[in-house]
């Protein structure tokens, strides 16, 4: 090829190269997938362990006695959707961690490859393995408890929705924190989304926080939907107010977070840390 | 350091460094070196560790930004657009690997999306690179030697205009490493392609290269064909890789100001 220089592509064409490098980086994950068998352990195992001892132990709590209306959709339908946002989290911040132990981040972002399309890249991928991870943790707590999870009908999608948008937001943190500090903050992916645990309500009611606590989770995205669904699992219908208020503040994080990873990238070109994550 | 030859329009060359400053908190890599790359050329960029070469490198792919000066690539700015600057490069390092847990043919189909490369685009390379046997073998498995061939597929694999190319040649045998030389030269005839070559080799840069630039201390300190700067350094008129040799090391040693 001898171009006598480079002619820039059009719109359409900048627009068509954007997509099929996003495809080509989810495919790559989703190669992952299939060839490290310790990639696939980790995307369900925790998710079927997490079934089976919140199932159970709820059966234990329902048995003795304890006056808990609904317990398997508050506390297993809990922790499915916990894990669903903790599984969005890692998604992001494990696909940039492999190419920081792959060693091949230098090789990916030689390429005309920008830094918003491998963020959209990631979580994309967060979604299909979502889809995978709700689709076994759903068959197991129904095929053990005859538990379905999908009896919150309708309400079950601005939930998972809001869990996803926080996910992709503690990622997009980690991922950023990873790039900044090296890779070495790499326990980051999986500590980060645990810190929001206890603000978020998940097993218990926002109502025994003491009332600092209870301020935090205020802010907090995952304390609304879990509230949100006790109340839906109590026949209470939808706390469209809880939904909203997640949802703004989801949007606002997420904008936040996007702007954190960009201001982190223009430091790593200026610093030079792409080539020195480890 | 030697006066800085006129430099052509932007347009007019494959690569174009211009007044190139990069300043880290604790050191400067390069203190405002200028050179091109001409079309169809190959130049090597040599210098001991620590020269700047990898900044160099570095900068021109867009990973790193420059505290001054600019750079372009068939006269895109990889940092105004990258787009445009790098889908027209070709890389390999010893130090940016693929995913080790994918095969080779896996990997090379990602990058191929990556970069946009046509169709069969991917049996291509591996058939030039005498790969297609491995292309079912995980990249990790491989032996560096067919790494690094593998990193020189990928490199191709968008039949780019400009290849840039840090010790391609390091972890190969010497019969691949011949080989490899030999059809990186059939490439550069056949596809006009642009070459800047890394190497610590003398020899090979002596076979390979038809101007070199030595960096030391991120100063450009000579600059020429491989018998131009030997003559200037060693004031010698015959050129071997012995001599290429002896002059990495006067400057290396800062012998050459």
């Known amino acids: 090829m001898t171009a006598a220089v480079a002619m820039p592509l059009s719109t359409g064409a900048r627009t068509r190269a954007s997509a099929r490098r996003i495809r080509a980086l989810v495919l790559r994950y989703l190669l992952l997938l299939r060839r490290d068998a310790s990639r696939v352990i980790d995307t369900f195992q925790w998710a079927l362990i997490d079934v089976v001892i919140w199932g ?64 959209a890249a990631i979580m994309l991928l967060g979604l299909v393995k979502l889809a995978l991870t709700l689709g076994v943790m759903a068959a197991a707590a129904w095929f053990l408890y005859a538990f379905d999870l999908f009896s919150f009908g309708f309400a079950l999608v601005p939930f998972i929705a809001n869990l996803v948008l926080l996910g992709w937001t503690v990622g997009l943190i980690s991922l950023a924190l990873i790039l900044r500090f090296g890779g070495r903050w790499g326990i980051l992916a999986w500590s980060l989304p645990v810190l929001l645990m206890p603000f978020s309500s998940v097993f218990y009611p926002e109502s025994v926080l003491p009332t600092a606590a209870r301020a935090v989770a205020q802010a907090i995205p995952a304390n609304h939907v879990f509230e949100g669904m006790r109340l839906a699992a109590a026949g209470g219908g939808i706390a469209w107010g809880r939904l909203a208020l997640a949802s703004a503040e989801n949007l606002v994080y997420l904008a936040l977070a996007s702007l954190l990873v960009a201001w982190v990238f223009r430091l790593a070109l200026r610093r030079g840390l792409l080539p020195k994550v480890h | 350091m030697p006066p800085t030859p006129a430099l052509p329009a932007f347009s007019e060359s494959a690569i174009c460094v211009r007044d190139l400053v990069k300043r880290f908190p604790h050191t400067t890599a390069l203190a405002g070196i200028s050179f091109e790359l001409r079309r169809g050329e190959v130049l090597g960029l040599l210098g001991p560790n620590g020269a700047g070469k990898t900044t160099t490198l570095h900068v021109l792919l867009g990973l790193v930004q420059p505290t001054s000066g600019s750079v372009r690539l068939l006269g895109a700015d990889p940092f105004a657009d990258r787009e445009t600057a790098l889908r027209q490069v070709g890389f390999t390092s010893p130090e940016a690997m693929m995913d080790w847990r994918l095969t080779v043919g896996e990997n090379l189909r990602v990058f191929a999306g990556l970069y946009g490369a046509p169709h069969g685009a991917v049996e291509q390379v591996l058939g030039l690179f005498e790969l297609a046997a491995h292309a079912r073998n995980k990249f990790g498995d491989l032996s560096l030697g067919q790494q690094m061939r593998a990193g020189l597929a990928r490199a191709l694999l968008h039949d780019p205009a400009i290849l840039v190319l840090d010790e391609p040649t390091s972890s190969l045998d010497p019969d691949i490493a011949d080989k490899t030389r030999k059809l990186l030269l059939r490439l550069r005839g056949e596809r006009g392609l642009s070459i800047l070559y890394t190497s610590h ?43 290429m040799e002896e002059v990495f090391l006067r400057i290396s040693r800062g012998a050459v100001a």
Not at chain 2, 237 to 242: G, N
């Open chain 2, 201 to 243: 080799n003398m020899a090979e840069v002596e076979e390979v290269c038809d101007r070199v630039i030595f960096l030391h201390k991120g100063h450009v300190v000579a600059e020429g064909t491989p018998l131009e700067v030997s003559k200037r350094v060693l004031g010698s008129e015959d050129l071997d890789a012995a001599a």
């Open chain 1, 56 to 119: 159970y132990l709820t059966l234990y709590v329902a048995g003795s006695g304890a006056q808990l209306p609904n317990a398997l959709a508050i506390f297993l339908g809990a922790a499915i959707l916990w894990n669903l946002f903790f599984r969005c989290s890692q998604d992001v911040s494990v696909s940039f961690l492999d190419d920081v132990w792959a060693r091949s981040l230098v090789t990916v972002f030689a390429s005309p490859l920008k830094v918003w399309e491998f963020a």
